[in-house]
């Protein structure tokens, strides 16, 4: 049985991160990383660029098979963990085969949520692996109109994917608005008329009842009993974890992810967790959830590796995800659902209507939990800070509210 100091479950950015952080602290420790996909790593993040044509494939890969042998961490692709048994300390591998360890790190991350049926599948693309990519990539020739579904940050990447390839999109979702309920009906009119400026047909409030076939491609009947014609569905309907192997183990899960501290323990010894799959508790806010973000994947990374390999380094981090599409620049930071009661009594909203500036900002307790802005970027740095101390921002409300009122003038306290 091959056996390891330091074993990790996936070569994401999160594993691999926490793979070369080990090597770092300790150069003769013995390092595995079991990983499920064909190639070493690689960016998820500039998938969607490659496939707006602006990048060739080659530039997704951030390492090559060489990279591990130099800093002799064992590569093991195309493997699947399928159970660890935390009292052996050793984990079963889909071919039956075992591997031991003394320290395991789980960076599973996640999937793409399943939908539609098997017999759809030839028509319905993903994105969230290199294979999906090349998948898409291949059919960008055919595909004439596409049906985007869902209102997610894959969405948007789809629709600019499609429109940047001379395809016309047109999307479908199941809230009334795009990003319910991050935005608010004044956020999700902005929305609706970004796309309407892209002549990107909308279907809202809505689903798919049936999938009829047919020889120009297929018709989707919705439930509000809408006919849309199309030739492909690009579903973006987020992730779902990847952790059915620890569920033998008792590791402690949450509705996010597998529970973790600030210094990436599980509730089992000697199994920590980072990356999408690490379900950390927001001090700002005591809600527990996992991120889905890349910079926040490679800093939990890190962070675990430095503790796997011995450190005492409590992390804490207020995330963020930012996206530039079709002109738009959107970024959520830290907690941005509405958490007062009624739930919207705590969100202050700033828009700008000519200039499509709009901003949501999460209040609870008189200060800050986590803000949506749109066209707004300059003001991140300050509300991430503002989230960080906690300050109360009571006197600060009602200036809030107006748009003209700079939230950056507002001192640290
Ligand atoms: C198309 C796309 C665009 C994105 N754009 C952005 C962006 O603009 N900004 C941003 O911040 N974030 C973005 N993200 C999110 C970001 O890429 C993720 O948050 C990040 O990659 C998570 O890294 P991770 O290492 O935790 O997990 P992952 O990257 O999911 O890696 C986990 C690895 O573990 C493997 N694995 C899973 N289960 C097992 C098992 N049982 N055994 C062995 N191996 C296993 C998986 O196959 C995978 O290779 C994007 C994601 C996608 C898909």
């Not at 779902?240 to 899960?253: D, G, K, V, Y």
């Not at 949450?254 to 001090?283: H, L, S, W």
């Not at 499509?356 to 003001?379: P, Q, W």
Request: net charge negative; glycine share 8%; charged share 25%.
């Amino acid at each position: 049985m091959d056996s390891y100091q330091y074993l990790i479950i996936g070569g994401g950015i999160a594993g691999v991160t926490a793979a070369e952080t080990i090597r770092e602290q300790n150069p003769d420790a013995t390092i595995g990383i079991v990983t499920h996909e064909p190639y070493p790593l690689y960016s998820r993040v500039l998938l969607p660029t490659y496939l707006k044509r602006k990048i060739p494939r080659e530039k997704l890969f951030l390492r090559t098979i060489d990279d591990f042998i130099e800093s002799r961490i064992e590569l093991r692709l195309q493997e699947t963990v399928t159970s660890v048994d935390e009292k052996r300390r050793e984990v079963t591998l889909h071919n039956g085969a075992t591997l031991g360890y003394q320290k395991l790190l789980l960076a599973s991350g996640g999937r793409a949520r399943p939908w539609g049926k098997p017999e759809d599948e030839s028509i319905i693309y993903r994105l969230q692996t290199i294979d999906d990519a090349d998948r898409l990539f291949s059919a960008l020739a055919d595909v004439r109109n596409p049906l985007v579904i869902g209102s997610s940050f894959i969405s948007l990447e789809f629709l600019e994917i499609f429109l940047i390839n001379n395809i016309a999109p047109a999307l479908l979702m199941r809230d009334e608005y795009f990003f319910m309920p991050y935005l608010e009906e004044t956020g999700g009119e902005l929305m609706r008329a970004h796309f309407q400026r892209h002549h990107i047909t909308l279907y809202e409030h809505d689903e798919i009842a049936k999938i009829q076939h047919n020889q120009h491609g297929l018709t989707i009947l919705t439930k509000k009993q809408q006919l849309i014609p199309c030739d492909a569905l690009a579903v973006g309907i987020g992730i779902e974890r990847n952790l059915e192997f620890a569920r033998a183990a008792n590791i402690l899960r949450g509705d996010t992810g597998i529970r973790v501290n600030e210094f990436f323990e599980t509730n089992q010894e000697n199994i920590y967790a980072a990356g999408d799959i690490a379900e950390m508790m927001n001090p700002a806010t005591g809600n527990w959830h996992a991120t889905g973000n890349w910079t926040s994947a490679f800093l939990q990374g890190k962070h675990a590796g430095l503790n796997m390999a011995g450190a005492r380094k409590p992390f804490a981090d207020i995330p963020s995800y930012s996206i530039t599409n079709l002109g738009l620049q959107i970024t959520m930071i830290g907690d941005c659902l509405p958490m007062g009661d009624p739930p919207t009594a705590d969100a202050i909203v700033r828009i700008n209507p000519d200039t499509n500036e709009y901003e949501r900002l999460f209040l609870a307790d008189g200060a800050l939990k986590g803000a949506v802005l749109i066209n707004r970027f300059k003001d991140r740095a300050h509300i991430t800070q503002l989230i960080k101390s906690q300050q109360k921002l009571d006197a600060y409300r009602d200036k809030l509210a107006s748009f003209q009122f700079d939230i950056t003038s507002i001192p640290m306290v």
